[in-house]
């Protein structure tokens, strides 16, 4: 049985989503230390230049060689620039299910691009990869995240109660410090027959979504 994702690249009608590789490290850091990013996610902080070395470097190949997953860079088609990550990630080789997360630079929101980039790989890992359940938690407050999961057609499942720990800026947080709160997680789940649809309902409402290729 195929334990580990290929080693592939997708194309959709405006994006890229490739293997991460040095000239990502740079723009990862910038993307990563956003405040956003920093409330909503378990990444470092403050993230560095050497945090981004050590994902681009070591992390995210290994996700895909040790058969947890694949992380992709997504980047612009027609500038190449690094618009966010989409990771794939807890994955059960044994019932075809895995968990997606993503990112999004503060520059390239706004534009659907979230929504194109996960709706890409929901897409491949069905048709492609044969998979069965992808997975998706948010974050209670996190509504720009769940409309992601309810544009790409996830359906919620329920509340796993006070399981995330997310990121709030201190009283004086003029001088960047942050602390730790508890918070819910909203769980949505995306099966195959879910995307019946969702590309078309999605181009006929000005958005875009569908993939064009991989390789």
Known sequence: MTTTFPDISISTDRLVLRPFDESDIAPLTEMMSDELVIAWTAAPHPYTTLDAERWVRRIAPAERTQGRGIAF???????????????????????????????????????????????????????????????LRTAADNTASQQVAQKIGCISEGVLRNAWIARTRTENGTDGGWTDIRTDLIVWSLLPEDLEGVADRMADAGGYGSYNDWN
């Open 73 to 135: 860079a997504v980047t612009e088609f027609l500038t190449q620039r690094l618009v966010g990550t989409v990771h794939l990630q807890h994955t059960d080789w044994r019932t075809r299910a895995t968990e997606v997360s993503y990112v999004t630079a503060p520059w390239a929101r706004g534009e659907g691009y979230a929504t194109e980039a996960v709706l890409a790989v929901a897409q491949w890992i069905f048709r492609d990869q044969r998979f069965e359940r992808l997975e």
